[in-house]
């Protein structure tokens, strides 16, 4: 896999929750990388004044799929995201 959500903008989106407040935001990527190390983590807005946590992005639909089913085991609701 080669798509990694690290502030550039892609395709799709693993998505951990989306959150009022940017410090909720923060403790939940603080949460998602003890728990999972592989992911890499970004805080993007999100549809105003929210705050969208991913583990993962990637332009293929089909790697962020494969990450998340992989992940589920440790966050059981993930989902992917369309940006674009």
């Given at each position: 896999?080669s798509g990694a959500a690290n502030g ?61 089913r992989n992940s589920r085991a440790v ?10």
């Open positions: 896999m550039d903008y892609y395709a799709y989106y693993v998505v951990m929750g989306v959150f009022s407040t940017e410090q909720n935001a923060e403790r939940a990527v603080a949460q998602a990388k003890e728990k999972l190390p592989s992911a890499v983590c970004a805080i993007l807005p999100f549809k105003g004044d929210k705050f969208m946590v991913t583990l993962y992005g990637s332009d293929s639909l089909e790697e962020c799929n494969e990450f998340a966050f059981g609701d993930l989902w992917v995201y369309n940006k674009r």
